[in-house]
């Protein structure tokens, strides 16, 4: 079966500080894959979705950035925090369209 | 911009008591989802619906899509303290692209 892994779990960080979340998926091959933002209060924003090994679409500009260097391992990253990176971050794969989503469960950053 | 709207932000309601929660859709759903969240955790996948007039339910709570797939309702019967979270609805619209509408709070009175 199909798991996904995230980690870590929580993360305090100071403000200029780095930033890498991982992100892998096991029992399947060429998974598509997201990472997602939820700041205090508000619902849930798609950042980044990868297709396929080193390919990367953003869709909101940012302080971020993502990178899949193995088809099923996808980072998120930072090179300097801003507080307003705060909230949290969830990862997710599917099989393609008309698939259903999985999500892992999830890092809460706080940016100090 | 958001395209799916959620409605209410936010919702209390007695112990016992009905309750519904829609998800509204500028454009047509190729499928649509619910899950439910308490903050700073992972995501419950409750029901997906795909065909236009669609229903499910699972336990207290029934979803549904409207035959247009541009509107869901999500319906808690008899609510108890168990369902309080933050409910999500989910969409696809174009291929590999999934997007979640704001989310509604709910908090149920013991």
């Known amino acids: 079966s199909q798991t996904i892994h995230q980690w870590p779990a929580t993360l305090v960080q100071p403000v200029g500080s780095p930033l890498s979340l991982e992100c892998t998926v096991e029992?399947?091959?060429?998974?598509?894959l997201y990472w997602y933002r939820q700041a205090a209060g508000r619902g849930l924003q798609l950042l980044f979705y990868s297709v396929g090994i080193g390919q990367i679409s953003s869709e909101v500009p940012q302080n971020l950035s993502a990178s899949r260097p193995q088809d099923r391992q996808f980072i998120l990253s930072s090179k300097k925090l801003l507080l307003s990176d705060s909230g949290f971050y969830l990862c997710?794969?599917?099989?393609?369209f008309g698939y259903g989503y999985t999500f892992g469960s999830g890092t809460r950053l706080t940016v100090v | 911009s958001q395209e799916l709207e959620q409605s209410p932000q936010s919702l209390i309601v007695q112990e016992g008591k009905n309750l519904t929660i829609n998800c509204t859709s500028s454009k047509t759903l190729y499928g649509l989802y619910w899950y439910k969240q308490k903050y700073g955790e992972g995501l419950i996948f409750l029901m997906m619906l795909q065909k236009g007039g669609e229903e499910k339910s699972h336990e207290k709570i029934t979803a549904k899509l409207d035959e247009k797939k541009q509107q869901s309702s999500l319906h808690i019967t008899a609510s108890q303290p168990s369902h309080a979270g933050i409910y999500l609805c989910g969409a696809i619209y174009n291929f590999n692209k999934f997007y979640f509408g704001s989310g509604t709070k709910l908090n149920v009175k013991p």
């Open positions: 997710a794969w599917s099989g393609g």
């Open positions: 029992g399947t091959s060429n998974p598509n």
